[in-house]
């Protein structure tokens, strides 16, 4: 044990376990009798690098896996990876300069797969590094036939429920990614525009409208104005003409329409926005759909047919500017819809797609019998639920993801979808093994279309818990960890979709965590050069410190901020944990002895800790379990159990050794597994030294049911207090006194205190007979000075020759009278201080109160 470095080596001790580890101890048991407590942790996108905030969200799982699977949980902590979907096809085509459109589906297919592999093993390789517990028995690939079965499957099922349908509607369009998206993956910003006022002719005169986007004249279907705004009355229920374009449109009122914003009258296109689309279905108007999927000008735009849409804009405000039409331009600040991911403006087609019908008073029920923490994160839920207009567009003009399993009847048109026990299948590639159910046709065309990919991730609860696999499968799961970004998505989604398919909520729990900010309080993102890399930190303090970070950070739903002097401060508490154990490993046993009361307290302490950490880790507060481990270790067991007992550990061995030398072994033991969820590796270095076992294999500590022991504690707080008096009068720590002695009715034992004062000490009960006894005057020049001007010096004489118990006396009553050569003067009580002594048996003595003890110390 001898050989126990005195610099902690995390590097080595860190690389040792990571290869070291059995990592099948951390598999679900699927037979097991044990309650199961399965997390459905997020599969990330498997693109770029694992970062900080994924290690943060990935520690906060492992301190939950680990606790659990202490606590005799039967624990599945899975690994998914959600790889379909347009960052890896954006990042495919920027690699390979090339768009969707220009190389076979498949080989671009590939392409994607290929990236992804090469992404996904080097997130396991961070993964792996930074300690998690994770069961890679249960690991999912969303591109993996295995997988994405399933998503065809609840595909079909929820078509054969009547939750899936295909039709004409308008979608959220990106011209850029040529694909329709859904209403949650589009981000609004602020773009300031143009604002242009033209002059609409009718039989009576005519209309002035202000529009941002003369580009949508030739999509206008309609104008409206107030109903309650005078000016234009007489034109409703008339016709105006739509400028350049010449057509006739009728004027409406309803009573959405803004009389203060422009002129107070609207044109009507489709589309604008969200609110066009609510017009168009109202006022049942005809479609005029002025672009296309490119973003190009259709020949509803006659002469303007194919320019992009910037370039119409242009073409058609200077043709309008020419013919003053446009007769006013100003500034717009406007909130624009753009795509998630490549941030172009969106458009609203109207287009035929695959949607599932939203059930917003369902969803919010199904949250209700969830448990959110914190709680106020359900309200985001709620008003998403509330604020969706339209069902979830699935369908996606993408090629990686997870293909539509249906086909179109050449003849007849008829839709069909494929049987379940077809799949997994894509139609692009295998025809029907059946004729067409309408007309007996074998020629049909595949569906191309592809599905969301939150399409595939909102199964991902149903998917680990063994559904389609298994009879039994395990819905609901226990917990789902994930970010407050994704409620509106992935929590919105899972929870309409296990509703859908097996009609109960998705998991007991869900716990909604912040996101790491870069040291500037920014989201971490490379763009601001506030991106650190986890790997970054493993090779300056190592995993344990990092995942210290994330521990002290963790109050659910907050964000948290990277620094690195918090890391920094990590690694210096790991350095003590190390030399608590590098001391205490030659000199801690595991032996049966009666403890002390000073080892009594000790053990009281660390129940205290126990029970402290047990009731945060069950309320998910990682930093306030952590915070009290670390108190315990570095205060309570460093600082001063460890300075009690030094004397007993060094000293001969008997009974009083032994006790020692047993809680020490208990407190080290007892410290390496509480700390074991969150500090894996040095807490498995120590236990393992300890006991031949892994740390890991253990259960979480149970109390040992001592009640916090007031005689030890006493002892804690007199040995304190000689340490202090030492120090304010200069002396020593090891400097030998007289002799003390401590009067306490809790009668205190006394060879730890012997071994801290290095001095002998003893024990009396009731309080000891002392006298206090006034041994000399001090006049105070300050308050004299002022009273007795020049003859100050005479008082101050007078005083000093003065009997101090005389002095003492007189200063009680008010003021002491003085005499000098010719006359008595009276001195105010507060010009003079008498000094005293204590007294105990005729000798001088120093008391020191400390709570109910009175410590009598000779010099
Ligand atoms: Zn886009
Ligand atoms: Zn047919």
């Given at each position: 044990m001898s050989e126990v470095s005195k610099e902690y080596n995390f590097s080595q001790v860190e690389e040792k376990w990571v290869n070291a580890w059995d990592n099948s101890i951390y598999y679900f048991d699927w037979e097991s009798n044990r309650p199961q407590y399965i997390i459905d942790t997020p599969p990330p996108y498997p693109t770029g690098d694992f970062h900080i905030g994924n290690a943060l969200n990935w520690c906060y799982m492992d301190f939950v896996a680990r606790y659990k699977r202490m606590q005799g949980f039967n624990v599945m902590f899975p690994q998914g990876w959600d790889c379909h979907g347009l960052p890896t096809e954006v990042k495919v085509e920027e690699i390979n300069h090339i768009t969707k459109n220009e190389i076979p589906r498949e080989e671009f297919r590939r392409l994607c797969e290929k990236l992804t592999e090469e992404a996904i093993a080097r997130f396991r390789k961070s993964m792996t590094r930074l300690g998690l517990s994770i069961d890679w028995s249960n690991e999912y690939i969303t591109m993996s036939p295995q997988y994405y079965v399933k998503t065809q499957r609840s595909f079909v099922q929820m078509y054969h429920k009547g939750l899936i349908y295909r039709e004409d509607h308008p979608v959220n369009w990106c011209p850029r990614c040529t694909t329709a998206i859904a209403f949650a993956e589009v981000e609004y910003d602020q773009r300031t525009t143009t604002l242009n006022y033209m002059r609409f002719p009718a039989k009576i005169g005519h209309l002035e409208i202000a529009t941002s986007r003369p580009e949508l004249l030739p999509a206008c279907v309609a104008v409206a104005i107030n109903p309650a705004d005078d000016r234009y009355k007489d034109y409703v229920g008339k016709e105006v003409a739509v400028p350049i374009f010449n057509y006739k449109v009728p004027v409406l009122s309803d009573p959405a329409v803004d009389a203060s914003f422009g002129t107070g009258v609207v044109m009507i296109c489709t589309f604008g926005d969200r609110q066009d689309v609510r017009w168009w279905v109202e006022h049942d108007l005809p479609l005029r759909q002025a672009i296309d999927r490119n973003g190009r000008m259709t020949d509803t735009a006659q002469a303007y047919q194919n320019l992009s849409v910037k370039e119409a804009k242009e073409a058609i405000i200077n043709d309008m500017l020419d013919r003053e039409i446009i007769f006013k331009q100003e500034p717009l600040e406007q909130n624009v819809g753009l795509c998630?991911?490549?941030k172009t403006p969106i458009e609203i087609l109207s287009e035929r797609q695959w949607f599932v019908k939203i059930n917003p008073e369902e969803i919010k029920k199904t949250s209700e019998k969830i448990q959110w923490i914190p709680p106020h994160m359900e309200t985001r839920l709620k008003n998403w639920a509330d604020s969706v207009e339209w069902d979830w567009c699935i369908s996606r003009q993408r090629i990686f993801a997870t293909p539509i399993p249906v086909w179109y009847c050449r003849s007849c048109g008829e839709v069909l979808v494929a049987e379940?026990?077809?799949?997994?299948?894509d139609p692009n590639r295998t025809k029907p093994?059946?004729?067409?159910?309408?007309?007996?046709?074998d020629d049909f065309l595949p569906e191309e279309d592809v599905l969301d990919t939150w399409m595939d991730s909102s199964i991902s609860a149903l998917a680990v818990s063994g559904w389609l696999d298994?009879?039994?499968?395990?819905?609901?799961?226990?917990l789902r960890p994930q970010g407050h970004d994704i409620i509106r998505t992935w929590a919105f989604y899972t929870i309409l979709r296990t509703k859908a398919l097996v009609d109960i909520r998705p998991w007991d729990t869900i716990l909604v965590n912040g996101m790491a900010l870069g040291e500037d309080g920014h989201k971490m993102s490379k763009s601001l050069n506030n991106f650190i890399r986890p790997e970054e930190v493993f090779e300056v303090n190592g995993a344990d410190a990092l995942r210290q970070w994330a521990a002290l950070g963790g109050t659910p739903g907050n964000d948290i901020m990277f620094q690195w002097k918090e890391i920094t401060a990590a690694s210096r508490f790991l350095q003590k944990l190390w030399s608590i154990y590098r001391f205490s490993s030659p000199l801690m046993a595991k032996t049966e002895a009666v403890p002390s009361q000073v080892d009594r307290w000790l053990q009281g302490e660390l129940d205290q800790v126990i029970k402290t950490a047990t009731e945060a880790m069950d309320s998910y507060k990682f930093d306030e379990a952590f915070r009290a481990i670390r108190v315990f270790t570095w205060?309570?067991?460093?600082?001063n159990y460890i300075e009690l007992v030094k004397a007993r550990l060094y000293g001969p061995d008997g009974p009083e050794k032994r006790a020692a030398q047993d809680t020490l072994y208990k407190a080290i033991e007892t410290l390496s597994r509480l700390m074991s969820p969150f500090i894996p590796f040095i807490s498995e270095e120590i236990y393992y030294s300890l006991?031949?076992?892994?740390?890991?294999?253990q259960g979480w500590p149970k109390g040992m049911g001592m009640e916090p022991d007031l005689a030890g504690l006493q002892i804690k707080d007199i040995a304190a207090a000689i340490r202090r008096y030492k120090s304010e009068k200069g002396l020593a720590l090891n400097c030998q006194l007289a002799g003390i002695s401590v009067y306490s009715d809790l009668g205190l034992e006394t060879t730890d205190l012997q071994g801290v004062a290095n001095s002998p000490v003893e024990s009396k009960t009731g309080k000891p007979d002392i006298e206090m006894r006034a041994t000399g005057v001090k006049p105070l020049m300050k308050v004299l000075g002022p009273i007795f001007k020049d003859k100050s010096g005479r008082v101050i004489k007078a005083l000093s020759d003065m009997d101090p118990s005389q002095v003492a006396l007189m200063k009680a009553s008010g003021s002491v009278r003085v005499v000098l050569e010719s006359e008595a003067v009276d001195v105010p009580a507060q010009a003079v201080d008498v000094v005293t002594q204590t007294m105990f048996s005729g000798q001088a003595v120093d008391l020191l109160n400390v709570g109910e003890s009175m410590v009598l110390i000779k010099r």
């Open positions: 998630w991911r490549c379940e026990e077809w799949l997994p299948l093994p059946v004729k067409c159910r309408n007309c007996g046709s298994r009879q039994d499968y395990r819905m609901p799961t226990q205060e309570v067991l460093a600082d006991t031949g076992q892994s740390v890991h294999s």
